[in-house]
């Protein structure tokens, strides 16, 4: 008796009595010989279930998602109302050819001035080659993707050597990539470049399909079941710009972790600290960018995957709104918090790629109506656009984090863009994020079940890690009606955050609640499962992903030890220009500041 818990309906929720709840998780860190032997437990009959039940208790699961009466109906996939056109923007044509798309974000941005960026040793502080400058490189003849290619080439190979396996890219094929790079190159002595992407190397997370790799989502057996014949949409979009390929970045299997951690294939390594997790589940490919090999890459973010290890590495990640971007040809097609988004090392190369691969598939444009994609025009005084705007911030959300490092640098980022800019911050209360969480779990959850169900029954289940078999452990545990009241609490806190949208444009927080880990060396054999620093990795991740919100993290500055902390902007739907700009102006005032990773190498000049 007295269990069943009663939510008001969200119209007449008294925001004034919202209390912060801290996230208390109840789970073991288990690594190695404890961590089989547990797993082995959970996967028996009878006994298994008990125990995942027994911690799903623990951590309030049915409380939550069980014996909580909910009065909304359920949302399904993220609903959102019209949305208000967004100020100072270039619009872009989703059914146009995506090199006009590209053009029109290159006139968007501010002038090239290849003076300030290739007389080199004017400013003492670190900065990585953009996409203009490989663009005006390869036309003034400084470089070739030839020989840019060479560079890259030797650089992997030099990191398939290491020991133990650390590789950036899982499937790679040198004398492709020489194919394609001498391709570009003859389109540049013909003076006919498909676009400034021309000539530009990215690497394609390993859930996306791009030909002629397989597409394993780092499992060491997808490629049995599921055969690539041709490029993903955002893929083949990006190939018609005249991108080069590198290959297939590595990332935590399946996407179901946020360490990047790897028993099949090796563990890749953060360039800014080599004994450090990069952050998941894109590992590879904020990696490589952040390592300079590659100038972008794209990733899948259902759970804070493009944006957790861009925030961990140092760079810059999209989340685009769901829906904005076409799945078609992803191993997460199916899902309702998942998209592709890009990684680059800077805003403007963020938006060059993201206006080539956006463009909804044709049945997401019936369903969600998307607004019309545009990007910001940087080329033009944007001081009146910025000046504009309100930030929201929770602060006790925003301070809930590991080391105040990170909030304290990402308040620091706030004030001085309010200074520079005038943008004005305004409090605000996000409720029921725990509610939040379990049903981002169970959806993402439950939809990764189903995917994988087939195979899983088929005998592949026991050939995924020990990680991903947790997962699935949990992931089985979930009823039917688990997942439909997992919907209902979508439509509750969908409204929370357009009620928000009403008084803010954007919601600030920093983007993980947590530096890079160390990496345990007794998880690099059989993986690890660590709640807590999962718990502190996803703590502002979620609401863009159950309720499929724009959200982007900017770098704004380091720990005290040297480890990269990003700043998010969450959105309003389809208001990716809106948090572009504000990214841009954000990076603009930490531009003097960047550190060179340890792990860097200079491609362009070899
Ligand atoms: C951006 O704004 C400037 C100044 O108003 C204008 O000249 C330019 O054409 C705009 N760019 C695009 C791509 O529309």
Same mark, same amino acid.
């Given at each position: 008796?007295?269990?069943?818990?009663?939510?008001?309906?969200?119209?007449?929720?008294?925001?004034?009595?919202?209390?912060?709840?801290?996230?208390?998780? #109840?789970?073991? &860190?288990?690594?190695?010989?404890?961590?089989?032997?547990?797993?082995?437990?959970?996967?028996?009959?009878?006994?298994?279930?008990?125990?995942?039940?027994?911690? /799903?208790?623990?951590? @309030?699961?049915?409380?939550?998602?069980?014996?909580?009466?909910?009065?909304?109906?359920?949302?399904?996939?993220?609903?959102?109302?019209?949305?208000?056109?967004?100020?100072?923007?270039?619009? =872009?044509?989703?059914?146009?050819?995506?090199?006009?798309?590209?053009?029109?974000?290159?006139?968007?941005?501010? #002038?090239?001035?290849?003076?300030?960026?290739?007389?080199?040793?004017?400013?003492?502080?670190?900065?990585?080659?953009?996409?203009?400058?490989?663009?005006?490189?390869?036309?003034?003849?400084?470089?070739?993707?030839?020989?840019?290619?060479?560079?890259?080439?030797?650089?992997?190979?030099?990191?398939?050597?290491? /020991?133990?396996?650390?590789?950036?890219?899982?499937?790679?094929?040198?004398?492709?990539?020489?194919?394609?790079?001498?391709?570009?190159?003859?389109?540049?002595?013909?003076?006919?470049?498909?676009?400034?992407?021309?000539?530009?190397?990215?690497?394609?997370?390993?859930?996306?399909?791009?030909?002629?790799?397989?597409?394993?989502?780092?499992?060491?057996?997808?490629?049995?079941?599921?055969?690539?014949?041709?490029?993903?949409?955002?893929?083949?979009?990006?190939?018609?710009?005249?991108?080069?390929?590198?290959?297939?970045?590595?990332?935590?299997?399946?996407?179901?972790?946020?360490?990047?951690?790897?028993?099949?294939?090796?563990?890749?390594?953060?360039?800014?600290?080599?004994?450090?997790?990069?952050?998941?589940?894109?590992?590879?490919?904020?990696?490589?960018?952040?390592?300079?090999?590659?100038?972008?890459?794209?990733?899948?973010?259902?759970?804070?995957?493009?944006?957790?290890?861009?925030?961990?590495?140092?760079?810059?990640?999209? /989340?685009?709104?769901?829906?904005?971007?076409?799945?078609?040809?992803? =191993?997460?097609?199916?899902?309702?918090?998942?998209?592709?988004?890009?990684?680059?090392?800077?805003?403007?190369?963020?938006?060059?790629?993201?206006?080539?691969?956006?463009?909804?598939?044709?049945?997401?444009?019936?369903?969600?109506?998307?607004?019309?994609?545009?990007?910001?025009?940087?080329?033009?005084?944007?001081?009146?656009?910025?000046?504009?705007?309100?930030?929201?911030?929770?602060?006790?959300?925003?301070?809930?984090?590991?080391?105040?490092?990170?909030?304290?640098?990402?308040?620091?980022?706030?004030?001085?863009?309010?200074?520079?800019?005038?943008?004005?911050?305004?409090?605000?209360?996000?409720?029921?994020?725990?509610?939040?969480?379990?049903? &981002?779990?169970?959806?993402?959850?439950?939809?990764? #079940?189903?995917?994988?169900?087939?195979?899983?029954?088929?005998?592949?289940?026991?050939?995924?890690?020990?990680?991903?078999?947790?997962?699935?452990?949990?992931?089985?545990?979930?009823?039917?009606?688990?997942?439909?009241?997992? #919907?209902?609490?979508?439509?509750?806190?969908?409204?929370?955050?357009?009620?928000?949208?009403?008084?803010?444009?954007?919601?600030?927080?920093?983007?993980?609640?947590?530096?890079?880990? @160390?990496?345990?060396?007794?998880?690099?054999?059989?993986?690890?499962?660590?709640? &807590?620093?999962?718990?502190?990795?996803?703590?502002?991740?979620?609401?863009?992903?159950?309720?499929?919100?724009?959200?982007?993290?900017?770098?704004?500055?380091?720990?005290?030890?040297?480890?990269?902390?990003?700043?998010?902007?969450?959105?309003?739907?389809?208001?990716?220009?809106?948090?572009?700009?504000?990214?841009?102006?954000?990076?603009?005032?930490?531009?003097?500041?960047?550190?060179?990773?340890?792990?860097?190498?200079?491609?362009?000049?070899?």
């Amino acid at each position: 008796m007295g269990k069943k818990r009663v939510m008001v309906p969200v119209q007449e929720v008294d925001m004034s009595a919202v209390k912060y709840q801290q996230e208390d998780i #109840q789970a073991p &860190h288990l690594t190695g010989f404890v961590f089989k032997l547990f797993v082995w437990i959970i996967e028996t009959p009878l006994i298994g279930p008990l125990i995942v039940s027994f911690l /799903k208790k623990q951590n @309030k699961f049915d409380e939550l998602m069980q014996n909580t009466d909910i009065p909304e109906a359920p949302m399904f996939r993220p609903e959102f109302p019209p949305q208000e056109p967004e100020p100072g923007v270039v619009m =872009l044509d989703e059914e146009g050819k995506p090199e006009e798309r590209v053009e029109l974000a290159l006139k968007s941005l501010p #002038q090239y001035d290849p003076a300030s960026c290739w007389n080199g040793d004017s400013s003492p502080s670190f900065r990585y080659w953009k996409i203009r400058d490989y663009a005006y490189a390869y036309r003034s003849g400084h470089a070739t993707p030839t020989t840019v290619a060479g560079h890259i080439i030797s650089v992997i190979k030099e990191f398939s050597s290491k /020991k133990p396996a650390q590789p950036l890219l899982i499937s790679f094929d040198a004398e492709e990539v020489r194919k394609q790079a001498a391709a570009s190159t003859r389109r540049f002595e013909e003076g006919c470049p498909l676009s400034i992407l021309d000539g530009i190397f990215v690497a394609i997370k390993d859930d996306i399909d791009c030909y002629p790799h397989a597409s394993k989502g780092a499992t060491t057996w997808m490629h049995e079941v599921r055969s690539v014949r041709k490029d993903a949409v955002c893929v083949s979009r990006l190939r018609s710009c005249g991108v080069i390929f590198v290959g297939k970045a590595n990332m935590h299997e399946l996407g179901l972790g946020t360490t990047g951690n790897n028993p099949n294939y090796g563990t890749t390594r953060n360039p800014h600290a080599p004994e450090r997790y990069t952050g998941g589940s894109s590992s590879g490919p904020a990696a490589i960018v952040a390592s300079g090999i590659c100038s972008a890459a794209l990733g899948t973010d259902g759970g804070g995957s493009v944006r957790i290890p861009s925030s961990l590495c140092g760079v810059v990640g999209l /989340k685009t709104t769901y829906g904005r971007t076409d799945m078609g040809g992803s =191993l997460c097609g199916s899902g309702t918090v998942e998209i592709i988004g890009p990684i680059a090392s800077s805003v403007e190369d963020v938006m060059l790629v993201y206006s080539a691969i956006l463009g909804s598939s044709l049945a997401d444009r019936i369903s969600l109506k998307p607004g019309p994609p545009c990007v910001p025009n940087l080329s033009c005084d944007n001081s009146n656009t910025l000046g504009s705007m309100r930030l929201g911030k929770y602060t006790e959300w925003f301070n809930d984090v590991y080391s105040t490092d990170i909030s304290e640098k990402c308040e620091d980022a706030l004030n001085l863009l309010s200074k520079t800019h005038g943008c004005e911050m305004v409090e605000i209360v996000v409720p029921e994020l725990e509610e939040m969480r379990s049903a &981002h779990l169970v959806s993402i959850g439950s939809e990764t #079940q189903c995917s994988l169900n087939p195979d899983c029954e088929d005998g592949k289940g026991s050939r995924l890690t020990y990680d991903t078999r947790t997962s699935m452990a949990l992931f089985r545990s979930f009823s039917a009606a688990n997942y439909v009241a997992a #919907q209902c609490l979508r439509r509750r806190i969908m409204y929370y955050h357009m009620e928000i949208f009403k008084k803010v444009d954007v919601i600030v927080t920093p983007t993980t609640g947590m530096t890079a880990p @160390k990496i345990p060396s007794s998880a690099l054999k059989d993986g690890e499962t660590d709640m &807590h620093v999962t718990g502190y990795l996803m703590r502002f991740i979620l609401a863009a992903n159950l309720l499929g919100l724009p959200a982007i993290t900017v770098p704004v500055g380091y720990d005290k030890q040297g480890l990269p902390i990003g700043l998010q902007l969450i959105g309003r739907p389809w208001a990716e220009a809106s948090i572009l700009r504000l990214a841009s102006a954000i990076e603009e005032l930490f531009a003097e500041s960047k550190k060179r990773p340890v792990s860097y190498f200079d491609v362009l000049n070899g």
